[in-house]
Each structure stands twice: as C-alpha cells, then as structure tokens.
C-alpha cells in the first residue's frame, strides 16, 4: 500500500534523518519525506500499514519534535 500525506518538518537535514531511519523500519518498501513541499509518502505492507504508519510518525517525533503528519 503506498500513501500521501501533508506534513510539517522545519529542516531539511531533519528530514533526511527521519527518513533514512523511517526507510530502517521492517515492512517499509519506501519512503519519501519532501522538505520542501511538506509532503510524506509512505509505501509499506498492506497488512501491516497502520503499525508501520504510526511507528513512522514516531520515529520521526523522536528526530524532530515538531513533526506532524496530517490527515491521519
């Protein structure tokens, strides 16, 4: 399953950390964090996208505080 979210990261080093280490989590066929137009894609196993999806977020809190992903 591959998803499109808005989201909000401040820094563009932030955001190659939270996605090099989002790229680490098992399921993760992809990923794609766009520092410049605020956009995350996620593609993960379909079974288990909801886990992958919030294990992500988290990862991703923990690098940047201020990371948020909308719509979800």
């Known amino acids: 399953m591959k998803k499109k979210y808005a989201c ?8 190659a950390k ?6 680490k ?3 993760v066929q992809s990923v794609k964090l766009n520092f410049m137009m605020q956009k995350f894609t996620l ?3 379909d079974d ?6 919030q ?3 988290r990862i991703g809190k ?6 948020t992903v ?3």
């Open 8 to 15: 909000e990261i401040d820094c563009a080093n932030c955001a």
């Open 18 to 23: 939270i996605q090099e280490a989002i790229g």
């Open 25 to 27: 989590i098992p399921g």
């Open 43 to 45: 593609e993960a196993e």
């Open 48 to 53: 288990r996208f909801e886990e992958i999806l």
């Open 55 to 57: 294990e992500a977020i």
């Open 62 to 67: 923990t690098i940047e505080p201020d990371f």
């Open 70 to 72: 909308k719509g979800v």
